[in-house]
């Protein structure tokens, strides 16, 4: 059975740091891309990163670039989600998912976790 299950979500103030982990189970890293989306209240789901372990190629969304950083452990099956300087707009249920492109379109995604929640107060 494919899970995804993410962690690391939270209250913090602007200008602070917080580590996302998406933990996978049911399949190996490299049979999918893994995406880091993000929901906030009243807007559509946006892709935020994402990330292939198989040629280690990584996107983001213009708005989280040189303070979000992706990574993946396929030891560990899990897949990070760095995010430095975090800002009010960042609020936002985050959820990653995995699907069969690299790709920040949500539709491109087959499996997706419960979510997490993220705090960012000015």
């Known amino acids: 059975e494919v899970q995804l299950v993410e962690s690391g979500g939270g209250l913090v103030q602007a200008g602070e740091s917080l580590r996302l982990s998406c933990a996978a189970s049911?399949?190996?890293?490299?049979?999918?891309?893994i995406g880091w989306f993000r929901q906030a209240p009243g807007k559509e789901r946006e892709g935020v990163s994402s990330i292939s372990s198989r040629t280690g190629h990584a996107y983001y969304t213009d708005s989280v670039k040189g303070r979000f950083t992706i990574s993946s452990d396929n030891a560990k099956n899990t897949v990070y989600l760095q995010m430095n300087d975090l800002r009010p707009e960042d609020t936002a249920v985050y959820y990653c998912?995995?699907?069969?492109?690299?790709?920040?379109?949500?539709?491109?995604?087959?499996?997706w976790g419960q979510g997490t929640q993220v705090t960012v107060s000015e």
């Open positions: 998912a995995a699907g069969w492109a690299n790709m920040l379109l949500p539709s491109f995604y087959k499996y």
């Open positions: 049911g399949f190996s890293l490299d049979d999918y891309a």
